[in-house]
C-alpha cells in the first residue's frame, strides 16, 4: 500500500466517537477520554503525513451538547493545540442522550429537534471560532425497525415531517445535515428506504446522506429488510465481482445524496440489541475477515458514473466504533488506519 501522497485533498479525520459508543455501561469497557483520543490520534504518522482533523460526538463527557461560549473555546484550545481541525458533528438525538424519536409523539420529536438546534448552534460557533471549516450535523430517525414497522408508511412521512423541521432550522444556523445509513434506524434501514425518506424530506441543498462504509455493506445483505436485499441470503464472498456490482447498485441510488463519508470495514456480521439492533461491526483495515477491499469500494462513493472524483467530501473521516479499548490504545492501530486513509486519497482525491 503505497503512502506517498499525490493528493491534498479530501483532508483526513478520525472520529472521536469511538472513545465512547458501546464504553461505559454495564458490563462494557470504560470510556476513553476526549483527551486520550486526540492524543492517539495527532501522533499518528505515515511517512510525514498526519490526520488533519477530528469529527465529535456532541456528548459528555466527550463535548456537552449544553457547552458554553467559554466550553467551546477551550475545546478549540486542546484541538488546535494539536494542529488538528474539527469536521462533522454527532448530534445526540436519542431518547438515552436526551432526544426523542423523530416519529415519536410530540414532545418526542420536540426532543429530538431541540439537539438538532443545540448541535448546529455549536456548529456555526465553532465556525466562527475558525476551528471548522467544512463537515454536517449527523443525525438519524432515532427509532427501532420493529417501532417504524407497527405502520411503515405513515411512519415514514412523520419522519420526513420531523427531518424537514430539522432542515429549517439547519439552514438558520448555516449548517446542512447528514442521515447515517445504518440499518438498526427504522425508515433507514435499507438502501431503498434510505432513498424514499430523503427523497420525501426533499431538501438535498440541505439534507443529504452519511455513508460508512461498514454500514453500508449491510444495506446490500438486508438484514433488517430481506424485501431489498441485493445479494442472497447464502452469497459466497469470494465472488467479489458480485460483490462490487451490487454495492455499485447501491451507491448509483444513494451517492448523489451523499454529502459526508466514513472510511471503514465490516466482517459482515451484526450484534447489538434494542434500539441498536443489528448494526454494522467495524473490522480493523486488514482484518482476516473483512470483507471489503476498502479502497476499491472507496471509489464507489468517491467518483461518479464516469470514474471521475466527485471532489463532494472535503473531508472523509475513519470510523472504528466497538473496537476494545486494548486495539484503540495501540499506537499501531491508528497508523495502520492512517495508512489505509492515504490509500483512499491517493485513489481517490485530488488537488
Avoid at 501522497?5 to 483526513?12: A, G, I
Avoid at 465512547?20 to 462494557?28: D, E, F, I, N, R
Avoid at 434501514?189 to 441543498?205: D, I, Q, T
Wanted: aromatic share 8%; with cysteine.
Amino acid at each position: 500500500m503505497s503512502t506517498t501522497s499525490p493528493n491534498k485533498y479530501p483532508v483526513l479525520h478520525n472520529a472521536m466517537w469511538p472513545g465512547l459508543v458501546g464504553k461505559g455501561g454495564p458490563g462494557a469497557e470504560s470510556a476513553i477520554d476526549l483527551e486520550t483520543m486526540l492524543d492517539l490520534t495527532a501522533a499518528a504518522e505515515v511517512d510525514g503525513i498526519r490526520f488533519e482533523g477530528v469529527d465529535l460526538f456532541l456528548f459528555a463527557p466527550h463535548v456537552d451538547i449544553d457547552s458554553t461560549d467559554d466550553d467551546l473555546m477551550r475545546l478549540t484550545d486542546r484541538i488546535a493545540s494539536r494542529s488538528l481541525m474539527v469536521g462533522s458533528l454527532v448530534a445526540p438525538v436519542w431518547p438515552p442522550t436526551g432526544g426523542g424519536s423523530a416519529m415519536g409523539s410530540e414532545e418526542e420529536r420536540g426532543k429530538f429537534l431541540t439537539q438538532v438546534r443545540k448541535a448546529c448552534s455549536i456548529g456555526s460557533k465553532l465556525r466562527d471560532i475558525g476551528i471548522r471549516r467544512y463537515g454536517i450535523v449527523r443525525i438519524d430517525s432515532a427509532t427501532s425497525t420493529a417501532e417504524w414497522a407497527t405502520d411503515p408508511a405513515a411512519n415514514t412521512r412523520k419522519i420526513a415531517e420531523t427531518f424537514r423541521e430539522a432542515c429549517r432550522i439547519a439552514e438558520d444556523s448555516g449548517e446542512r445535515l447528514a442521515a447515517e445509513g445504518e440499518i438498526c434506524w427504522g425508515g433507514m434501514h435499507s438502501w431503498k428506504r434510505m432513498a424514499e425518506l430523503l427523497e420525501m424530506v426533499g431538501r438535498p441543498e440541505i439534507l443529504g446522506f452519511q455513508a460508512d462504509m461498514a454500514h453500508t455493506l449491510l444495506f446490500a445483505l438486508g438484514y433488517n429488510a430481506p424485501e431489498d436485499r441485493i445479494l442472497p441470503d447464502d452469497f459466497d464472498w469470494s465472488q467479489q465481482e458480485v460483490l462490487y456490482q451490487a454495492i455499485g447498485c447501491m451507491t448509483r441510488a444513494l451517492r448523489p445524496w451523499t454529502l459526508d463519508f466514513h472510511v471503514a470495514q465490516n466482517d459482515a456480521t451484526v450484534k447489538g440489541s434494542g434500539s441498536h439492533d443489528k448494526t454494522g461491526r467495524h473490522c480493523l483495515p486488514h482484518d482476516s475477515n473483512g470483507k471489503m477491499d476498502i479502497v476499491r469500494v472507496a471509489g464507489a462513493w468517491m467518483r461518479d458514473d464516469a470514474a471521475k472524483p466527485t471532489r463532494v467530501f472535503q473531508h472523509i473521516c475513519w470510523d472504528g466504533c466497538m473496537f476494545p479499548n486494548d486495539v484503540m490504545m495501540r499506537p499501531s492501530t491508528w497508523r495502520e488506519i492512517l495508512a489505509t486513509m492515504i490509500a483512499v486519497r491517493n485513489a481517490h482525491g485530488w488537488n
